[in-house]
């Protein structure tokens, strides 16, 4: 209710021309001319906006700027910190499990070394053969990074394929011990996010073909393809660490 | 865009005209505008509060007398289930994140729209269908009737079909507050008009950064120990079943790692909200701008790592129970210095009394008894006292109800003029404040009491000592019940006959204020404005006419 001695110090008529011009620089509220932000034309008072700015607004297709893909990989990036955050979330369940509640007798946690590992280096390779398809692509030679990512998606697709023999042969089924779901449930989520990476990868192989919507010039949805099968890559060196070697 | 005016026919604008519906219609299509996702998340939510507030109807009325004669004991432990799943998932999250974060925060940033507006429309349309499923289990085969918590065993031997829908219910609402946390992070930090620093955004957007980091990193794991929790109870694997070999309390710790955090994630977005209200109600600067913002970052790191504190009677071992009431006790800390930094904005400001402004220092009071209920239920010897009785529920509703809902009536008595120009009526949002602050305390204060004299929570049936009290908390309830009618008239009916507020009824300088009311499509005609001290009241404030469309105006022509 009181005034306080800010408010009430702006009384007179003769400060007025001064604080008038404190508080432009006070508030700042100038406009800018000079950035892909104001791309907004003048309009008449009560018109709508015609264009919006294409660096705010994916909507409708506008919003293949650079500024735009360098928001989108980071909403991507977000989206995996949120991902990574469920194998978290799993892999500290798995190793409080291990730590503190012991198997039945007759169970342990042995498991077979040779395929797992050829899995591994299978998805680690293909890590690297997905990155010289990015760097084809942004080269402009659309015909040999279509030939990286299908070697790519291919290597994903053998390690889906030795993940299910790796299934049929285990002495182990879902609902053994709290070990074998445990472990189905951990390489099921981890096979899953394979699964869907080899789907994005045979959409961009679509996608890159002469005329397609990812070239050079719009490479988003190869390197976005490309941080995600990192991501997934990384993600099963953990789990395959503490899964196999732990 | 939903670009709705027929003034751009001859415009070049790429956006496929006639797809999108225009006016009312709108709110019920697929709309890509951040206001009408906004108020997309505000009605819905609503509704789900009366629903949720239905249901807490039926719990009092059943506690209004120590027998168990108005429902079933099944269909109240459903009720209290529904009611706190309602409450939490799809009332207080959506709303205080999803509705006022997409209204208010491409304004604050200076942007048209959110980062991703096609998973903005999808995050919202999570909601509504995850709800009706939610709701829908109660008349299929009854609804989960394991509390919020779903604990487990109790989640694995209630009836598996209503457990399993609830479970697919909060899946989908986590999944629609995720992908609104990444719209928010990339909002906030990418989409901030040139010239705009971090230090100069309104403080509702560092909350809602701190929030949405809280919401990135800690509801994909309620998401995941979900999953394993349906496995239990679909393929009977044995992750949390005591009798294959799990371990109930690896749950407990998943569970609470997302929902200690919730907690925040409900409140720090009204800490914001309310870091906005009080300095233009007050007409002073924000007290300690910048003890604010470490506050918020200082809370979101505390809050991840607190989450054991609920479980104290878990078997926890002692060095954890150490650590964990030591880091909880920490949190006061930076809640403390919000909670004086509030005061020292109002102290001496040219306070105006309006029912925003009431339900604001309502919060106050009600947030500062429910958060130190919340420092004595930290501390293990008095946890282990009152853990899972009624002072558990009265505190929680302090901070929940008496916090964040008291910010959400103040929040609409102060935005509604800028969703839809025109003023809420003062003398029904008075009354609404009278009943609610009234209701609210008369229907929480006693169960502090109950709590501490052994009544446990979630019970149909109690010791008849604790009637008198009991039927006074019910005659709250009641009373908050009627509120909601001041409210519901007074919004429908402003909507239509209210006072034209004009641009900017309150002469406040954040940037949602310095365009028209309701806004256009993109927020602004011209230019964004660059407001780089959103808080600047006080000084020389009569020179200023801030009721003026743009920014650029304000600029040109606002200084008389």
């Known amino acids: 209710m009181s005034r306080s001695p800010a408010a009430a110090s702006c009384g007179t008529a003769a400060t007025a021309e001064a604080n008038a011009l404190s508080i432009r620089t006070f508030l700042q509220l100038r406009p800018v001319h000079s950035t892909p932000f104001a791309v907004m034309t003048s309009l008449a008072p009560g018109a709508v906006p015609a264009t919006a700015s294409p660096d705010q607004t994916s909507a409708e297709g506008h919003g293949e700027g650079a500024a735009h893909h360098d928001v989108r990989m980071f909403g991507l990036a977000t989206f995996l910190v949120a991902d990574g955050m469920t194998f978290a979330g799993f892999f500290a369940a798995y190793l409080t499990f291990r730590a503190v509640n012991p198997l039945p007798a007759g169970s342990n946690y042995e498991l077979e070394l040779v395929l797992p590992t050829i899995n591994t280096v299978l998805l680690v390779i293909s890590s690297f053969t997905f990155h010289r398809a990015g760097r084809r692509l942004l080269g402009g030679d659309n015909a040999a990074a279509r030939r990286w990512l299908l070697l790519t998606a291919g290597l994903g697709a053998a390690f889906l394929a030795g993940q299910m023999v790796e299934y049929f042969n285990l002495p182990f089924g879902l609902t053994d011990n709290l070990f074998a779901s445990t472990f189905y449930a951990l390489t099921g989520f981890h096979g899953l996010h394979v699964t869907l990476g080899v789907i994005c990868i045979a959409i961009v192989w679509l996608q890159s073909r002469p005329g397609g919507r990812v070239q050079a010039s719009e490479p988003f949805g190869l390197e976005a393809a490309e941080l995600y099968w990192h991501f997934v890559d990384g993600i099963w060196v953990v789990l395959y660490g503490l899964l196999y070697l732990l | 865009m939903t670009l709705a005016a027929p003034?751009?026919?001859?415009?070049?604008?790429?956006?496929?005209?006639?797809?999108?519906?225009?006016?009312?219609?709108?709110?019920?299509?697929?709309?890509?505008?951040?206001?009408?996702?906004?108020l997309q998340y505000l009605v819905c939510g609503f509704l789900f509060y009366l629903i949720g507030g239905a249901l807490a109807g039926v719990i009092r009325t059943e506690l209004a007398s120590p027998i168990s004669d108005f429902v079933s004991r099944d269909t109240y432990n459903q009720v209290l289930t529904l009611h706190g799943t309602i409450m939490i998932f799809l009332w207080i999250v959506p709303v205080v994140n999803g509705a006022f974060g997409n209204y208010l925060i491409p304004f604050y940033v200076g942007a048209r729209d959110m980062a991703f507006p096609r998973l903005n429309a999808v995050a919202f349309w999570l909601i509504p269908p995850a709800g009706i499923l939610l709701i829908s289990s109660y008349f299929i085969a009854g609804a989960a009737q394991s509390g919020w918590t779903a604990y487990p065993p109790l989640s694995l031997t209630t009836p598996a079909t209503g457990q399993v829908i609830w479970i697919l219910s909060v899946l989908l609402l986590g999944g629609s507050s995720i992908f609104g946390g990444i719209n928010f992070i990339a909002t906030i930090l990418k989409l901030r008009r040139p010239g705009l620093k971090m230090m100069q955004l309104p403080m509702y957007c560092w909350a809602m950064l701190g929030t949405s980091i809280l919401v990135v990193l800690s509801t994909p794991v309620l998401a995941g120990t979900l999953v394993l929790l349906s496995f239990d109870i679909i393929a009977h694997t044995g992750f949390f079943n005591p009798t294959l070999g799990g371990n109930v309390v690896v749950y407990q710790h998943l569970f609470w790692f997302y929902s200690h955090p919730a907690v925040y994630i409900m409140v720090l977005p009204a800490f914001g909200l309310v870091s906005e209200i009080l300095p233009v109600h007050s007409r002073k600067p924000l007290f300690g701008y910048t003890t604010m913002v470490y506050s918020i970052l200082g809370i979101v790191v505390l809050g991840l790592i607190v989450w054991a504190h609920h479980m104290f009677t878990s078997g926890t071992p002692p060095w954890m129970r150490l650590f964990f009431t030591i880091a909880t006790s920490f949190i006061a800390v930076p809640t403390g210095i919000k909670f004086f930094n509030w005061l020292a904005t109002l102290w001496g400001g040219r306070i105006s009394l309006n029912s925003a402004m009431l339900f604001a220092c309502g919060f106050i009071v009600n947030f500062v008894f429910g958060g130190i209920t919340g420092v004595a239920l930290a501390q293990v010897p008095f946890d282990i006292h009152v853990h899972d009785t009624y002072f558990v529920v009265g505190h929680f509703h302090y901070i929940v109800y008496g916090g964040t809902v008291f910010v959400v009536f103040s929040a609409l008595y102060h935005w509604y003029p800028k969703f839809t120009g025109r003023m809420l009526n003062e003398d029904l949002g008075r009354l609404h404040f009278l009943l609610t602050f009234i209701g609210f305390n008369l229907c929480f204060a006693p169960q502090h009491w109950l709590g501490l004299n052994g009544m446990p929570r979630r019970v149909a049936e109690y010791d008849p000592q604790f009637t008198l009290l009991n039927q006074v908390s019910s005659v709250g309830a009641l009373l908050m019940a009627v509120s909601t009618l001041p409210l519901l008239?007074?919004?429908?009916?402003?909507?239509?006959?209210?006072?034209?507020a004009g641009d900017n009824p309150w002469n406040a300088l954040t940037p949602e204020w310095l365009t028209s009311s309701p806004p256009p499509v993109e927020n602004w005609i011209g230019e964004a404005p660059l407001v780089q001290h959103p808080y600047g009241y006080g000084q020389a404030e009569g020179l200023m006419d801030v009721k003026v469309a743009s920014g650029r105006q304000l600029w040109d022509g606002g200084n008389r």
């Not at chain 2, 003034?7 to 009408?36: I, N």
């Not at chain 2, 008239?489 to 006959?497: F, P, R, T």
């Open chain 2, 7 to 38: 003034s751009d026919l001859s415009s070049p604008s790429p956006a496929p005209r006639g797809l999108q519906p225009e006016g009312w219609l709108r709110y019920f299509s697929f709309s890509l505008d951040h206001k009408v996702i906004g």
């Open chain 2, 489 to 500: 008239i007074n919004v429908l009916w402003s909507a239509w006959k209210g006072q034209p």
